[in-house]
T-cell receptor
């Protein structure tokens, strides 16, 4: 089955700790994306990557970091510098100029 | 810059009612238009799309027509079901955004269907 997997579905961390969210796709898509969604809100783009070893900041990149060492994988690290990290995080992928396909999301709670 | 505006929710309807969720856009060039649906606690799923003017996207009884003259892409369904309760996002993607299909999303419209 082709698709996008995100793990874990729920993640709990203490304030001041860095945490890495996993995103894997087996759709052979070139581009991958990370979004943040807050309750009752739309999606805000954090980072995106068009090819391996390259990525660009989105609208709210501060306090986040990413890597793209393999085509299939695009992990997101939420650092301690992110002031309000509790949110629902969505990963997506797309072929060039195509629609985006989303993973099931990871709900991060930082206390 | 490019933007998408969709009607604010929540929208509450009775089962079998007719649904319209309005969406208008501002874009340079000729964008592709999408409707995504998000069920509680899940990621977004592509519901339908249209890539050029006058195209009609359709899926699962939902339809939307790409209207360039009114810059609109309204979502419609003739008879809604309780299982259609979800948040619906209108979105656009423009080839102006280099090779990645960067998508601009609307703020979402929450739809609740009463039995």
């Amino acid at each position: 089955d082709g698709g996008i997997t995100q793990s874990p579905k729920y993640l709990f961390r203490k304030e001041g700790q860095n945490v890495t969210l996993s995103c894997e796709q087996n759709l052979n898509h070139d581009a991958m994306y990370w979004y943040r969604q807050d309750p009752g809100q739309g999606l805000r783009l954090i980072y995106y990557s068009q090819i391996v070893n390259d990525f660009q900041k989105g609208d709210i990149a501060e306090g986040y970091s990413v890597s793209r060492e393999k085509k299939e994988s695009f992990p997101l690290t939420v650092t301690s510098a992110q002031k309000n990290p509790t949110a629902f995080y969505l990963c997506a992928s797309s072929p060039s100029f195509g629609e985006q396909y989303f993973g099931p999301g990871t709900r991060l709670t930082v206390t | 810059g490019d933007s998408v505006t969709q009607m604010e929710g929540p929208v509450t309807l009775s089962e079998e009612a007719f649904l319209t969720i309005n969406c208008t856009y501002t874009a340079t060039g000729y964008p592709s238009l999408f409707w995504y649906v998000q069920y509680p606690g899940e990621g977004l799923q592509l519901l339908l799309k249209a890539t050029k003017a006058d195209d009609k996207g359709s899926n699962k009884g939902f339809e939307a027509t790409y209207r360039k003259e009114t810059t609109s892409f309204h979502l419609e369904k003739g008879s809604v079901q309780v299982s259609d309760s979800a948040v619906y996002f209108c979105a656009l993607s423009s080839p102006e955004y280099s090779s990645a299909s960067k998508i601009i999303f609307g703020s979402g419209t929450r739809l609740s269907i009463r039995p």
